[in-house]
């Protein structure tokens, strides 16, 4: 009876893990175009260069290739973390490894976004780029008060 109780909990546990990657995929494709909107907005409020739009234009296609590569990888581990929790008997070192995977590349996500940050303030000047800083913040919460909208 324990056992099923543990084994329980972790299938909770991973399938709460999953909910972001379910919701990513049930987005429709007008947010593409709502998202390439909005950062026009920020570019023109930010009064960039021809040279500095195509710089950041560079720098956000290449950011977004390598973060789809690495979503993927971790939507796969997830999945393989599931599967893995669904086994009659569970095996704890493939369970671990899998983690660990998922922490990596975790860990490898939050670089790559620190390093397309860094590569944007070297784009803009200090002034546009703590306006942009600013911006994104402003985003940011505007995202997060629409998504709790949602939730009701």
């Known amino acids: 009876m324990k056992e099923n109780h543990i084994t329980f909990m972790l299938m909770l546990g991973c399938m709460a893990l999953m909910m972001p990657f379910a919701h990513a ?3 429709d494709a007008s947010w593409g175009q709502k998202n390439d909107t909005k950062v026009q907005e920020i570019y023109s409020q930010l ?3 021809d040279q500095q739009e195509k710089q950041l234009e560079e720098n956000k296609t ?3 290739g390598e973060m789809k590569d690495t979503f993927t990888k971790i939507k796969a581990d997830k999945e393989a973390l599931k599967a893995e929790l669904m086994k009659p008997e569970l095996d704890m070192n493939k369970i671990n490894e899998i983690q660990s995977q998922i922490k990596a590349l975790q860990a490898d996500t939050l ?3 620190l390093n397309s ?3 944007v303030r070297k784009i803009l000047t200090p002034e546009q780029f703590g306006k942009f800083i600013a911006l994104m913040d402003k985003r940011k919460h505007e995202h997060e008060a629409s998504a709790g909208d949602d939730k009701d």
């Open 25 to 27: 995929d049930d987005k």
């Open 62 to 64: 290449k950011h977004r």
């Open 47 to 49: 009064n960039l260069t």
């Open 111 to 113: 670089d790559r976004r």
């Open 117 to 119: 940050v860094l590569e």
